[in-house]
């Protein structure tokens, strides 16, 4: 019987798991070994230099920088991210009217091109004619509403902001499928044994919820250490050094800005601790989050 069962599945598997090895696996053999080769990329001439390159990043206050924002954006923006996603979770379920419209406007910016986004956002930003200025001007906050957010303190944060706007949809309505599986009598029971809104929502909700927040977390944490196309697109071709994100710092290195480096063995050595990065955040927060499951 176990052998007719691996004979029926061993097919279906076959074409993902080829997939997976042409598309993943040997990309990411490859990167390993370029890391290791004091290469431009664009000859066909190569060093081998072992693990130099990792051994120059240790000391490249650059990497680090990088380094230190993509975590900023990891953890100050996860934080925001989950903390609005679960505020308007608790709303949206508590059978408000025009649930679904509200929805749909918080999920928009997920089906708009980064690129729009990251111009909006820097038109909201812009110093002389931008909204949020222009908002502070209206209510007469003067001093805010000569305020550089662009500038090089608060860049970081007006990046992380944009990010927060845009992403928040994409997991309340993660969030909230997961709410509409959950049993609506566990519910009325609570509200007849006298819980609160809030109460329901830390004992009952999120305990059931565990699971699709465990994917949601895996899933921020994936997107935020790779985070680049809104950079490039939000700062134009030459990304100011503080929002320059990991993912910015290894496309500069092997491909350059408008000035050329073409150092591509350096840049996959950068590539290969982003990937190492990301296998660590999911191992981990697998981890941490694992329950045992919860029958209802």
Not at 40 to 57: D, H, K, M, V, Y
Not at 141 to 159: C, D, H, Q, R, Y
Not at 264 to 285: E, K, N, R
């Amino acid at each position: 019987m176990r052998k007719d069962r691996k004979k029926i599945v061993i097919p279906f598997l076959a074409p993902a798991g080829i997939l997976y090895i042409v598309f993943f696996i040997y990309p990411a053999i490859q990167a390993l070994i370029v890391s290791m080769y004091d290469w431009s990329g664009f000859t066909p001439t190569r060093t081998f230099i072992g693990l130099a390159n990792f051994q120059e990043l240790l000391g490249d206050k650059v990497y680090w920088g990088t380094l230190r924002f993509t975590l900023l954006i990891l953890i100050a923006g996860g934080v925001l991210i989950f903390g609005i996603a679960f505020l308007f979770t608790g709303i949206l379920s508590s059978g408000i009217r025009g649930k679904k419209v509200l929805r749909a406007v918080l999920f928009f910016p997920n089906v708009v091109a980064t690129v729009a986004l990251a111009t909006l956002w820097a038109f909201i930003y812009n110093r002389n004619f931008g909204l949020l200025n222009g908002f502070f001007d209206l209510i007469g906050l003067e001093g805010l509403s000569k305020t550089t957010w662009t500038g090089p303190n608060l860049i970081p944060w007006a990046v992380i902001v944009a990010l927060v706007w845009i992403y928040v949809g994409f997991y309340v309505v993660l969030l909230l499928a997961g709410v509409d599986k959950i049993s609506p009598e566990l519910f009325d029971a609570a509200k007849v044994e006298g819980a609160n809104q809030l109460q329901i929502f830390v004992r009952i909700t999120i305990p059931l919820l565990w699971d699709v927040l465990t994917i949601a977390i895996v899933l921020w944490g994936i997107g935020a250490i790779k985070q680049f196309e809104f950079m490039y697109a939000f700062a134009g071709i030459r990304p100011p050094r503080p929002i320059w994100t990991t993912a910015v710092y290894m496309y500069i290195l092997s491909f350059g800005k408008r000035d050329a480096v073409f150092r591509m063995g350096y840049g996959t050595a950068v590539a290969v601790t982003l990937l190492i990065l990301v296998a660590i955040f999911v191992l981990v927060s697998r981890r941490l989050m694992r329950r045992d499951p919860i029958e209802f």
